[in-house]
């Protein structure tokens, strides 16, 4: 067999071995790309995303989408080859899986908290857009959660609502830590609550849940590494009644970040005239009941899918500014935004074409 043609059969089979392992080669990686961007003045899959009855609402033309981005699964085992075409490729991105997926999380267990955030960012773009209507929201501190084989197991239930621990009355779910870890593993303390079924009761006779107990509960040593604080294994969170009803349609998506963009469509609806002036735009954010608008993950996914929809603006909330200003997509406007009270005024310049006075990110940022 001549030289040059067994040179070019080794290096054949060479490189027919190195991409059979590649495949077989499993790596510590997932991969995140856009996801799909849905206008939260419009409709998804035949239905308004935003369904308000009970109070006036108001047309609205234009953008305020809120964006995804679409991950690997928990279980998917990403081979070499696909990790060197996802760092290749510019509109995808590769990471350590452990950055989506920390503590061995499962994608069950991943899923339900998604579904959890998701819940609860609805309901403070709904007390957040109120808010800045000066439309009264009643709220209440409430356990979210209680920990299989906790102190409070069998003692606290979700929903039940938290008026004072130890006697000293609960204005916000941090007072309920705060409160606790004033005692030393394996003191008690004691909860005066209002029953899940109770309250529920009182809110759907539209009265206020008055018949309390007291629980004491005996409280455990955490699982800190650092220094060891007394618990009793709940998360505390809020609930809230509002004066109409406000239903948010969206299924298939899960995590806070839409709550900035639910919260400017919810106020966009409520109010008279156009906010965008019939602008394309499009953002992401947490919100918490006061209006201030939090970080997220996948920024640099979600400009690129805004500006593959058509987004011209985009809301961006400040500690991503840094970030997405090293890689802007061509035609699409990064505006920092602090809070929902920002992102209004953001608007109405955007309406009025004043565009030179929006706040801009830099990589400085």
């Not at 239905?47 to 995804?68: C, D, F, W």
């Not at 002036?277 to 201030?292: H, Q």
Request: hydrophobic residues 35%; proline residues 5%; glycine residues 10%.
């Amino acid at each position: 067999m001549p030289r040059r043609t067994a040179t070019m059969l080794a290096s054949t089979l060479m490189l027919i071995a190195l991409l059979c392992a590649g495949v077989l080669i499993n790596v510590p990686y997932s991969e995140m790309s856009p996801g799909p961007t849905v206008n939260t003045l419009g409709d998804h899959d035949g239905e308004p995303v935003l369904q308000i009855t009970g109070r006036k609402t108001y047309p609205a033309s234009g953008h305020l989408n809120m964006t995804t981005v679409r991950v690997t699964s928990a279980d998917y085992n990403m081979n070499l080859i696909e990790a060197v075409y996802g760092w290749l490729a510019h509109d995808d991105k590769v990471v350590p899986h452990d950055t989506l997926y920390p503590d061995g999380k499962t994608e069950q267990q991943s899923t339900q908290e998604n579904a959890e955030e998701f819940s609860q960012s609805q309901e403070s773009a709904k007390v957040a857009a109120l808010d800045q209507l000066g439309i009264p929201v009643k709220s209440w501190v409430i356990v979210s959660t209680v920990l299989k084989s906790s102190p409070a197991e069998g003692k606290l239930h979700a929903g039940d609502v938290i008026k004072a621990v130890d006697g000293t009355t609960v204005k916000q779910p941090d007072d309920v830590a705060k409160l606790v870890t004033k005692h030393k593993p394996g003191q008690k303390v004691v909860f005066r609550i209002v029953s899940a079924k109770d309250q529920a009761a009182a809110v759907k006779a539209n009265k206020t849940a008055t018949a309390t107990k007291d629980i004491t509960i005996t409280t455990a040593t955490s699982d800190d590494t650092g220094a060891k604080r007394a618990i009793v294994g709940i998360s505390a969170g809020t609930d809230h009644t509002f004066p109409f009803s406000i239903d948010i349609k969206l299924a298939d998506v899960g995590g806070p970040s839409a709550g900035l963009m639910f919260a400017l469509g919810i106020y966009d609806k409520l109010t008279p005239g156009d906010l965008t002036g019939g602008k394309f735009v499009a953002g992401t954010g947490t919100i918490d009941d006061n209006g201030k608008v939090g970080p997220i993950g996948g920024i640099s996914m979600k400009t690129v899918g805004a500006r593959n929809k058509g987004a011209q603006y985009f809301l961006t909330p400040a500690d991503n500014c840094a970030e997405a200003a090293k890689d802007t997509p061509s035609g699409l406007r990064l505006v920092k935004v602090n809070t929902i009270k920002d992102a209004i005024s953001d608007l109405k310049l955007i309406n009025s074409g004043k565009t030179a006075d929006l706040p801009k990110c830099s990589t400085k940022d």
